[in-house]
């Protein structure tokens, strides 16, 4: 395989890996590279897996390129290729890594959050009321499901939120 | 009958929203024995506002906040990678059944949620705009 040839091949190996849910297309653009370059596509894809297994590692353990470099010249691949393959990585592993960590388990996540607020005008105690109520709607992740809550706050209980809220964001921020 | 009549007037009272003592004795037949109306009318103004207050609380209304606790995490590790330090936000929500379906056992459940950063960030963009509608329309 030539150097042009691994670039591109390269090119087409980390946009899957940027970007993982795009199956269809990296199978399209790896058809086209075997075609383009008169290589079989059952033996590319065989080579493709095996190289794919070394940034899945790398990920997971967190390697330097210099790592991933030495890890493809054990494999047996030349070192100006092993060194381009490196690179690329160093470029890409923020994303990659932003990504393996977005996959991380989570608990009853909260995706959304919708609220209206109004006042209450009367009911069949009270003629005229006049108290402010804030609603909110909470969209959580229970699982593969979404689950909504529904919650009524009075204002003094939506001022301490907010007010808690910001303390956590306070601490979040001193974290990171 | 006495204690129905009885009930009956502390409810319009209440409904109503009367605060004076003459709108209460107005609501008096003619002939009431006088010292009586008077004495009920007080025990009447001096309850008035718990009542209201009572009424309120026990109103239909969707399940409320009655507590909220939070604490921070940091992941240190996952199967997807081996070593990493985000910090996550858990956010325990206790939320009271409407008061009025149950009765004397109000059902609490608790929501444990669990918030990212960026979560977070998009909440407090939106409470931030709910203070700010908040303080626009009593500030009318």
């Given at each position: 395989?030539?150097?042009?040839q ?51 590692g ?9 790592q991933v ?36 388990l ?29 609603q909110?709607?909470?969209?959580v ?36 | ?48 506002s ?26 240190t ?8 330090a ?25 929501l ?29």
């Open positions: 395989v030539s150097s042009q691994f670039s591109a091949l390269t090119e087409v190996l980390f946009r899957f890996l940027t970007e993982p849910k795009e199956v269809e297309r990296f199978l399209t653009q790896l058809t086209d590279f075997a075609t383009m370059n008169k290589i079989s596509l059952g033996p590319l894809k065989n080579i493709v897996k095996s190289i794919l297994l070394v940034p899945n790398a990920l997971k353990r967190n390697l330097s390129s210099e470099r030495a890890d493809f010249i054990a494999l047996g691949l030349s070192e100006e290729k092993a060194s381009y393959f490196a690179e690329q990585w160093k470029v890409n592993s923020p994303t990659l890594t932003r990504l393996a960590v977005g996959q991380t989570m608990i009853n996540q909260l995706i959304d959050m919708e609220w209206k607020f109004g006042v209450t005008a009367g009911s069949s105690e009270l003629e005229k009321v006049g108290s402010i109520f804030l909110l709607k909470l969209v992740k229970k699982g593969s499901q979404l689950e909504n809550v529904y919650v009524e706050l009075t204002l003094p209980q939506f001022y301490s939120f907010l007010h808690e809220m910001e303390r956590v964001k306070t601490s979040l921020e001193s974290f990171s | 009958q006495l204690v129905s009549a009885l009930h009956n007037l502390t409810r319009h009272v209440v409904y109503r929203g009367l605060t004076g003592a003459e709108d209460i004795l107005r609501l008096f037949p003619e002939n009431f024995h006088q010292n009586l109306k008077n004495l009920l009318t007080k025990i009447i103004l001096e309850n008035i718990a009542w209201r207050n009572e009424a309120q609380a026990s109103q239909i209304s969707l399940p409320r906040l009655v507590d909220m606790d939070w604490r921070v995490d940091i992941k590790s996952s199967d997807g990678i081996v070593r990493m985000v910090p996550t936000c858990l956010l325990q929500l206790k939320i009271q059944e409407d008061a009025a379906l149950c009765g004397n056992n109000p059902v609490v459940s608790a444990t949620v669990e918030l990212s950063k960026e979560t977070l960030d998009t909440m407090l963009e939106g409470l931030g705009r709910i203070r700010d509608q908040l303080s626009a329309v009593a500030n009318k």
